[in-house]
């Protein structure tokens, strides 16, 4: 029973995450000139155009990107198919 509610809570926090991201990335993409100027006012300089528009892409990317793979029910295969053990790394047998 426990078990089951605490699935139900992950999956909420999951989705909320997703949410977030991906509405985070899309907003900062919309409108790139803006989030270029907060960062800017966070410290980046600003001689380096370049720089700056490549990170005002590259951020909002990640963003939509980690959302979507969240949403997708993507895991990272380090994570699941390789379990650190008392002996070193060993493949698990069961697949997820």
């Given at each position: ?28 993409l919309a409108d790139t000139r ?27 990317l990640t963003e939509l990107a ?13 994570c699941t198919d390789v379990r ?13």
């Open positions: 029973m426990i078990s089951g509610v605490l699935q139900v809570i992950m999956l909420f926090m999951r989705a909320s995450l997703a949410v977030v991201l991906v509405a985070a990335g899309a907003a900062k803006s989030f270029a100027v907060t960062l800017m006012g966070l410290g980046v300089p600003v001689r380096r155009q370049l720089f700056l528009r490549g990170f005002a892409i590259i951020v909002p980690l959302g979507l793979a969240i949403i997708s029910g993507q895991r990272c295969c380090v650190l053990q008392s002996g070193g790394y060993h493949r698990s047998a069961q697949k997820t």
